[in-house]
Each structure stands twice: as structure tokens, then as C-alpha cells.
């Protein structure tokens, strides 16, 4: 399951993040598939992957907190 979210959620990040109307969406799935790739690089002892997954996550939060601003939700 963990490989199929990954290439949902991840494929799904890049592609919204490219356009200009869908970015800031782009932004929540790929922080949405960090704990799959997460898990699955820490299950297989990939170390170097759970290092980028920290280092992405921060990325996307970034990404959200400036496509996010002045967004009222309600």
C-alpha cells in the first residue's frame, strides 16, 4: 500500500505543483506522502531517503504556509 500512496500522492504533487491554478494543493499532497515514504525508507534501512523526507517535508510546509496566505477556510 505504502508504494501505491507514494505513487499517487507523490505523482500528484508534482503534477499539481506545476500548474498555476492547482499549486497550492500540489503542496499538501506531497507533505501527505511524506509519512509513506517515510515509513517505507525506514523499513528498508535507506537512510539517506529518511533524511530527504525530513528535508521535503519542510519544503512542502514552506510551500504551504506562502500558496496558503490569506486563504479563508469557511
Not at 55 to 68: E, K, P, S
Request: hydrophobic letters at 50%.
Amino acid at each position: 500500500m505504502n508504494q501505491w500512496m507514494i505513487i499517487i500522492l507523490g505523482g500528484l504533487s508534482i503534477g499539481l505543483i506545476s500548474t498555476k491554478r492547482w499549486i497550492k494543493w500540489g503542496f499538501v499532497c506531497g507533505l501527505l506522502s511524506e509519512p509513506f515514504w517515510l515509513w517505507t525508507s525506514w523499513h528498508n534501512d535507506q537512510w539517506a531517503i529518511v533524511i530527504l523526507c525530513f528535508v521535503y517535508a519542510g519544503f512542502y510546509i514552506n510551500g504551504i504556509r506562502n500558496h496558503w496566505k490569506g486563504v479563508k477556510c469557511g
